[in-house]
């Protein structure tokens, strides 16, 4: 059964930092792409950053230059550090891990709040 456990939410101000960890586990083959994704109150659901099995990220305009994404497949978990904060970031974050190779899904964590305060 696949898990995502997601950790390091918290509440800052702005230009602080914060890092979130999200340790996935149940897939015997390990997982492809994995990435972190946000939705603020009253707002749809938007891409943060995604990162392909073998590193390669890719990152949503609004967060370049600000925010690293990382994953260690040793230890099945992916990495945001979120650098210089601004109150716009503030959101649910979700990790995300697609599974599989035939019939391959994505799974998602239960959601980690970030706020950040002006």
């Known amino acids: 059964q696949v898990q995502l456990v997601e950790s390091g939410g918290g509440s800052v101000q702005a230009g602080g930092s914060l890092r979130l960890s999200c340790v996935a586990s149940g897939s015997i083959f390990g997982f492809n792409d994995m990435g972190w994704y946000r939705q603020a109150p009253g707002k749809e659901r938007e891409l943060v950053a995604t990162?392909?099995?073998?590193?390669?990220?890719n990152y949503a305009d609004s967060v370049k230059g600000r925010f690293t994404i990382s994953r260690d497949n040793t230890k099945n978990t992916v990495y945001l550090q979120m650098n210089s904060l601004k109150p716009e970031d503030t959101a649910v974050y979700y990790c995300r891990a697609n599974v599989g190779i035939i019939g391959a899904r994505d799974y998602w964590g239960q959601g980690t709040q970030v706020t950040v305060s002006s």
């Open positions: 990162i392909s099995r073998g590193g390669n990220p």
